[in-house]
């Protein structure tokens, strides 16, 4: 069988908000692996370029000329490579490419290789995706985003996410179950509250009610729990995602009704956190800029709580040494389209893990049928993923792959049931 990558093809597909996006296949004879590259919403600043075409066609957010570099450029440049060579592949690219952000020919055109070439060679050798990632059989305790607020929602509630984490499970699969029991209690409870319209969902299969506050969000999750006669802080912890850029206006948060001064919002999580000990993980509480804020936030609550770093570190090395440096996380949310190749997001992964610190493998809004990341979650055992609601195919189909993968490793899967 041969190991050498023979063709090469890229194509424009549709992402789950109906956005174009790039899918690449990379054959060796006739084996091919696939990828459908992801797309955000709350992008960070210093997110690698998302290649669009702009102009009328698809409202500007057409990838044709990411396609084309993939196949008249990258593709044909890569033709006759070891598919094994993981590394040698990325860093030739991000050569070719020579900017700093993957701005010539797009991390959508570099990533879509990358991962469809890394599938490519587990297929090759007969394993799956997670096998030829790496040796961990730990399955991630999942973040379900239930209520969605931010950008991901029409509504007024300024933080974006709001996530159910089984931690007393024993399984995976056990820990799905109740979240979804409670997922669809809350459902019936946000009906009663707040009438029909609240259990519309939002971008990631969460509900979008008309809930103004984080407390009230909260305080509904938290009722949804007991109501299934589940135990909160044994069995449920929550997490939030503020994605706080996105409601920082001249330099002021505006959040729950109030405008507030930066200090003022460092007290506002002093106070969610004392009142709340079940809220466990907190991600981006901050401006993607100030990681001094993420730095308090870890210093009165970092043995104690997950300060995830998302729109701060952008999966890039430089930016996770800043925060290294700054003591401004304990938790790395990892998205292979923040960086634009495997390699570099290994990379991010592995100097994460020299610090001891925990990772959680993360989806974007904009998703597609691609279950990969499932894959990813366990292959490097990362203890958490986030992938959304309990509903929308694309949301689901990485849970799904997550039962599949557990009940493939019979007893060696171990839940990471940790807080
Ligand atoms: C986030 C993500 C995924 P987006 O902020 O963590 O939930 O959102 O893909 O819109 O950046
Ligand atoms: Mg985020």
Same mark, same amino acid.
């Given at each position: 069988m041969t190991n050498e990558i023979s063709k090469v093809r890229a194509r424009e597909v549709l992402d789950s908000r109906g956005n174009p996006t790039v899918e690449v296949e990379i054959y060796s004879g006739n084996q091919f692996g696939r990828f459908i590259v992801p797309s955000g919403a709350s992008t960070g600043q210093f997110e690698a370029v998302e290649l669009r075409d702009g102009g009328n066609r698809f409202h500007g957010k057409g990838?044709?000329?990411?396609?084309?570099?993939?196949?008249? =450029?990258?593709?044909?440049?890569?033709?006759?490579?070891?598919? *094994? +060579?993981?590394?040698?592949?990325?860093?030739?690219?991000?050569?070719?490419?020579?900017?700093?952000?993957?701005?010539?020919?797009?991390?959508?055109?570099?990533?879509?290789?990358?991962?469809?070439?890394?599938?490519?060679? /587990?297929?090759?050798?007969?394993?799956?995706?997670?096998?030829? =990632?790496?040796?961990?059989?730990?399955?991630?305790?999942?973040?379900?985003?239930? =209520?969605?607020?931010?950008?991901?929602?029409?509504?007024?509630?300024?933080?974006?996410?709001f996530m159910l984490m089984p931690i007393g499970f024993d399984s995976f699969k056990d820990g799905l179950r109740a979240s979804v029991e409670v997922y669809h209690q809350l459902k019936k409870q946000l009906k009663k509250k707040y009438g029909s319209s609240a259990i519309n969902l939002g971008d990631e299969g969460g509900f979008a009610p008309p809930i103004d506050t984080a407390r009230d969000a909260i305080d509904i999750l938290i009722a949804s729990i007991k109501d299934m006669g589940y135990k909160p802080e044994e069995q449920f912890y929550l997490g939030i995602d503020a994605a706080a850029s996105e409601f920082l206006h001249d330099g002021k948060y505006h959040i729950d009704g109030k405008i507030l001064a930066r200090d003022d919002f460092i007290?506002?999580?002093?106070?969610?956190?004392?009142?709340?000990?079940?809220?466990?993980?907190?991600?981006?509480?901050?401006?993607?800029?100030?990681?001094?804020?993420?730095?308090?936030?870890?210093?009165?609550?970092?043995?104690?709580?997950?300060?995830?770093?998302?729109?701060?570190?952008?999966?890039?090395?430089?930016?996770?040494?800043?925060?290294?440096?700054?003591?401004?996380?304990?938790?790395?949310?990892?998205?292979?389209?923040?960086?634009?190749?495997?390699?570099? /997001?290994?990379?991010? *992964?592995?100097?994460?893990?020299?610090?001891?610190?925990?990772?959680? =493998?993360?989806?974007?809004?904009?998703?597609?049928?691609?279950?990969?990341?499932? +894959?990813?979650?366990?292959?490097?055992?990362?203890?958490?993923?986030?992938?959304?609601?309990? /509903?929308?195919?694309?949301?689901?189909?990485?849970?799904?792959q997550l039962l599949r993968i557990e009940e493939y490793l019979g007893d060696e899967a171990q839940y990471y049931n940790k807080i």
């Open positions: 990838v044709l000329q990411a396609v084309k570099n993939v196949n008249e =450029i990258l593709g044909p440049k890569v033709l006759g490579r070891d598919i *094994f +060579d993981q590394e040698g592949l990325d860093k030739f690219m991000i050569e070719l490419d020579g900017t700093p952000n993957k701005a010539k020919y797009g991390a959508n055109a570099i990533l879509g290789i990358s991962i469809a070439n890394m599938r490519l060679a /587990a297929k090759n050798k007969g394993l799956w995706d997670f096998e030829y =990632i790496g040796d961990s059989k730990r399955l991630p305790c999942p973040m379900l985003n239930v =209520i969605n607020g931010g950008s991901h929602a029409g509504g007024d509630l300024a933080i974006q996410e007290n506002y999580y002093y106070e969610l956190v004392e009142d709340y000990p079940i809220l466990l993980s907190l991600e981006d509480p901050f401006d993607e800029n100030d990681f001094e804020a993420f730095g308090d936030l870890v210093t009165k609550y970092g043995s104690t709580r997950a300060i995830v770093a998302d729109d701060l570190t952008v999966t890039n090395v430089e930016r996770i040494n800043t925060a290294i440096d700054k003591g401004a996380m304990n938790y790395l949310l990892l998205k292979v389209n923040q960086i634009g190749s495997f390699t570099e /997001a290994k990379e991010a *992964f592995d100097l994460t893990k020299s610090k001891d610190w925990g990772v959680v =493998i993360s989806h974007r809004s904009g998703e597609t049928e691609d279950t990969f990341i499932a +894959d990813l979650s366990v292959g490097m055992g990362a203890e958490r993923i986030k992938t959304g609601a309990p /509903a929308r195919s694309e949301r689901v189909a990485k849970y799904n």
